[in-house]
């Protein structure tokens, strides 16, 4: 069960257990050798999911190893792409980078890309990370915006997907969770996808036909001396037949899908 606490917060993916690897000095600085020996932690215990909310100006062969250890490992590798320091800013950030792991950018408080230069940076997923509410030290709350926080809010919402398709009994990998987060995170920047849309025109198309049931069986029994007419009870049921025939052959084609 979520662990509780008094701000009515209980994170994106609750029911996770979170490894805490402690890879930065007390100044908030972070070696090529502590992140390796980080990873490796991870690898040991067995994780679904490395969460690497930090970056490198360059490569370094050893990391890649550890990382490249991890992904055979079958664990989902998620990093950030780096945050704009300056106008124009692109600089290519590590482990990010790698083919083997999910680089995150950012997204801002209305979905959309938080910064042009992200377009023409190495970015796998984009994930909200403008105005992030979370939790502090000492049971306090704080609003926190960067590619950090998009990664954390990303690795998050992995693990919903992979609790979602363990229990379908499917198989995990990077590209089935990379496809997922990107139909989830990214609908800001691309529309929501088609199958949203034609939901949304089967609802109103039912709304539409009710309703105009609805008006025809108060019109017929206004009407119904004057024309002498019986009600036509089969024809109303089948047009509701039909309609909700349509309703579960959308719905299960929309599932069909998503598998």
């Known amino acids: 069960m979520p662990e509780k ?25 972070v070696s090529y050798g ?13 994780v679904d999911i490395i969460n690497i909310s930090l970056e490198f100006e360059k490569d370094n062969p050893e990391m890649h190893e550890a990382i490249k250890k991890a992904y055979k490992n079958n664990m989902i590798i998620i990093s950030s792409s780096g945050n704009i320091r300056f106008e124009g800013d692109t600089f290519e950030a590590y482990p990010g980078k790698y083919k083997e792991v999910i680089s995150v950018g950012m997204l801002n408080t209305v979905g959309e890309i938080y910064s042009k230069e992200f377009e023409n940076k190495q970015v796998d997923v984009f994930a909200p990370g403008e105005d992030l509410t979370s939790s502090y030290f000492n049971n306090k709350m704080t609003l926190d915006t960067g590619v950090s926080f998009a990664t ?5 919402y992995a693990a919903l997907i992979i609790q979602s398709d363990q229990e379908k009994h499917l198989s995990i990998s990077i590209d089935s969770v990379k496809k997922q987060m990107k139909t989830g995170l990214e609908q800001g920047i691309h529309g929501f996808p088609l199958e949203v ?23 017929f029994f206004i009407n119904k001396k004057k024309h002498n007419k019986r009600y036509p009870k089969i024809k109303i049921i089948l047009m509701i037949v039909i309609m909700i025939f349509i309703n579960v052959a959308v719905r299960i084609s929309i599932m069909l899908f998503n598998l």
Not at 152 to 156: I, M, V
């Open 5 to 29: 606490n008094n701000k009515n917060l209980i994170g994106i993916a609750p029911e996770s257990k979170l490894y805490i690897a402690k890879v930065a000095d007390h100044n908030g600085k």
């Open 34 to 46: 502590d992140l390796i020996k980080g990873i490796n932690w991870a690898i040991k215990e067995k």
């Open 152 to 156: 954390a809010y990303a690795s998050g």
């Open 197 to 219: 849309y034609l939901m949304i025109a089967i609802h109103l198309l039912t709304i539409i036909v009710l309703v105009g049931l609805v008006l025809y069986h108060i019109w």
